[in-house]
């Protein structure tokens, strides 16, 4: 069985740094064909797409909304992504989630290419 597990979450004050990480078990071998992504889903709202790496290349893509503030990337031997969130702001809040695409690519990150998930971890920025 494939999973994938979020951590790192919190509450933080606006400007300030969180680390996100994910897990990935179960892959075998074929971790290699797989895109992670970030996604968040802020109260009320559906999940927004934030990032996502290629687990073969690692090129990166990232929403406009986050450049210059979050960067994603891999340790591959210990199976794991993170997302280091600098300077965050009131409207990051939200439950992130980390999801894994089969042969996804990383010049957009489109929720439907993604069907393996985690269970998400909360982030909280007070204003």
């Known amino acids: 069985e494939v999973t994938l597990e979020e951590s790192g979450g919190g509450l933080v004050q606006a400007g300030g740094s969180l680390r996100l990480s994910c897990v990935a078990a179960?892959?075998?071998?074929?971790?290699?064909?797989?895109?992670i992504g970030w996604f968040r889903q802020a109260p009320g709202k559906e999940p927004e797409g934030v990032s996502c790496?290629?687990?073969?290349?690692?090129?990166?893509y990232y929403d406009d909304s986050v450049k210059g503030r979050f960067t994603i990337s891999t340790d591959y031997p210990e199976r794991t992504v993170y997302l280091q969130m600098n300077n965050l702001k009131p409207e990051d809040t939200g439950v992130y989630y980390c999801?894994?695409?089969?042969?996804?690519?990383?010049?957009?990150?489109?929720?439907?290419?993604?069907?393996?998930w985690g269970q998400g971890t909360q982030v909280t920025v007070s204003s």
């Open positions: 999801a894994a695409a089969l042969f996804g690519r990383t010049y957009h990150i489109r929720r439907s290419d993604y069907d393996i």
């Open positions: 179960g892959f075998g071998n074929t971790l290699d064909d797989y895109a």
């Open positions: 790496i290629s687990m073969s290349d690692s090129s990166t």
